[in-house]
């Protein structure tokens, strides 16, 4: 059911490195699930960082054919806010483990750089791995991209949605060491490179051992 968080998933956070990503236009994220999401995960972890995803929120906005970047620009620096506030209100403060973050936590780091350009690369020269994105991408241009921007145009934005989203997954939690991953639902592309092909994840990420944990915050019955 919309909105309902299962069983005792504090459970998971006890004493972990949170990753928690929130989309910038997700309704799902209602008062009452952020105050239990505080309450459940954040508050018995051992740190957490709320990552508002302002750079994915300007390439939706790009992927429903929006051009007025400007007006694009002051869209999300308005919604920032309200997220922060939101986040204020329902007693954030309260927690010294959280942090909010955005995009710029990582754009410039090296690290996230060269994992985005890896993880680019190799998409390009694996047939497979092209084959899965691709499929992804154009179940999502069916679900998102046909009122927005031409098919071609939509399809290049999502496909480079996907690589930045997973990208941004596998540096916050093979990276930066926030390692348990709390989402609505399952993450698509980043889960199938888990299950697949993780001798890989290794090679982009430079680990010995994947260490990231992903936990849904939606029932799945």
């Keep these: 059911m919309e909105g309902i968080i299962g069983p005792a998933p504090h459970e998971s956070a006890k004493g972990a490195n949170l990753f928690i990503p929130i989309s910038l236009g997700n309704h799902y994220y209602s008062s009452i699930v952020l105050r239990n999401l505080i309450d459940d995960f954040i508050s018995p972890s051992n740190r957490s960082i709320i990552f508002l995803c302002d750079r994915l929120r300007f390439l939706s906005y ?13 869209n999300i620096k308005g919604q920032m806010a309200q997220w922060t506030q939101t986040l204020l209100n329902l007693g954030i403060r309260s927690c010294p483990n959280a942090s909010i ?19 680019q690369q190799f998409v390009k020269d694996d047939v497979t791995v092209r084959g899965e994105l691709n499929d992804h991408v154009n179940r999502l241009v069916d679900v998102h991209g046909r009122k927005g921007a031409s098919t071609t145009r939509c399809a290049e934005l999502q496909f480079e949605f996907v690589t930045e989203e997973s990208a941004l997954s596998l540096y916050m939690t093979e990276i930066r060491g926030y390692n348990v991953e709390v989402y609505r639902r399952g993450m698509g592309f980043v889960d199938y490179l888990y299950a697949r092909r993780s001798a890989d994840l290794l090679t ?12 849904p915050l939606e029932r799945c019955d």
């Design 62 to 74: 790009l992927i429903r054919g929006e051009t007025d970047l400007q007006r694009i620009t002051l």
């Design 101 to 119: 973050a955005d995009w710029s936590f990582c754009q410039d780091d090296s690290r996230y750089i060269r994992l985005l350009s890896n993880l």
């Design 204 to 215: 982009l990420t430079g680990n010995l051992v994947l260490n990231r944990k992903f936990v």
